[in-house]
T-cell receptor, first 110, second 116 residues
Framework: GIQVEQSPPDLILQEGANSTLRCNFSDSVNNLQWFHQNPWGQLINLFYIPSGTKQNGRLSATTVATERYSLLYISSSQTTDSGVYFCAVTTQGGSEKLVFGKGTKLTVNP | EPEVTQTPSHQVTQMGQEVILHCVPISNHLYFYWYRQILGQKVEFLVSFYNNEISEKSEIFDDQFSVERPDGSNFTLKIRSTKLEDSAMYFC??????????????FGPGTRLTVL
């Protein structure tokens, strides 16, 4: 099945810093979503981005489908950005299931 | 903004007991899913459900699991005889329209299941 690799696995930042999280996938995808899992365990939708670029406030994401990767940019990080960021994909061919990466654990220190 | 809701938020049960986890998907959504996340691990797909039947299931979703949409609004996951390794966060998700993988899956807040 498709492999989803996220890097880095852990990231520690000072408040105000910028960061880039990467998601590589091993096959063509229909759907790509970025999630933030907060300290209470909730999965928050950030982006639905199978291709192209989107921005939402301090967050933006870019997916280059032909090269099988996606990037999540966090600018001017805040302590509330801490948590685990997951990339998840569905493959072409009709499967509904989202296949998740192992996540990037982000810690933003004040 | 409409949300997927799940109850209870935390369920504690004894090994061998049956549990039912409840979800209310977003009202105009047609596709429904259950995922689980064992503590510290990645999120794993369990099952997808469309038009009152299972459309896809994973190897995890064995005979002890079942899903049901009993009344047109609720979507339940039943575990018949819980095991210690069923302890996990269970997420319900829903999606609006047809065309595989062409729309966002919206996740509920999760039910944390603890099997003692």
């Amino acid at each position: 099945g498709i492999q989803v690799e996220q890097s880095p696995p852990d990231l520690i930042l000072q408040e105000g810093a910028n960061s880039t999280l990467r998601c590589n996938f091993s096959d063509s995808v229909n759907n790509l979503q970025w999630f933030h899992q907060n300290p209470w365990g909730q999965l928050i939708n950030l982006f639905y981005i199978p291709s192209g670029t989107k921005q939402n406030g301090r967050l933006s994401a870019t997916t280059v489908a032909t090269e099988r990767y996606s990037l999540l940019y966090i600018s001017s990080s805040q302590t509330t950005d801490s948590g685990v960021y997951f990339c998840a994909v569905t493959t072409q061919g009709g499967s509904e299931k989202l296949v998740f990466g192992k996540g990037t654990k982000l810690t933003v220190n004040p | 903004e409409p949300e997927v809701t799940q109850t209870p938020s935390h369920q504690v049960t004894q090994m061998g007991q049956e549990v039912i986890l409840h979800c209310v998907p977003i009202s105009n959504h047609l596709y429904f899913y259950w995922y689980r996340q064992i503590l510290g691990q990645k999120v794993e797909f369990l099952v997808s459900f469309y038009n009152n039947e299972i459309s896809e299931k994973s190897e995890i979703f064995d005979d002890q699991f079942s899903v049901e949409r009993p009344d047109g609004s609720n979507f339940t996951l039943k575990i018949r005889s819980t095991k210690l390794e069923d302890s996990a966060m269970y997420f319900c998700a829903s999606r609006r329209r047809g065309g595989a993988g062409t729309d966002t899956q919206y996740f509920g807040p999760g039910t944390r299941l603890t099997v003692l």
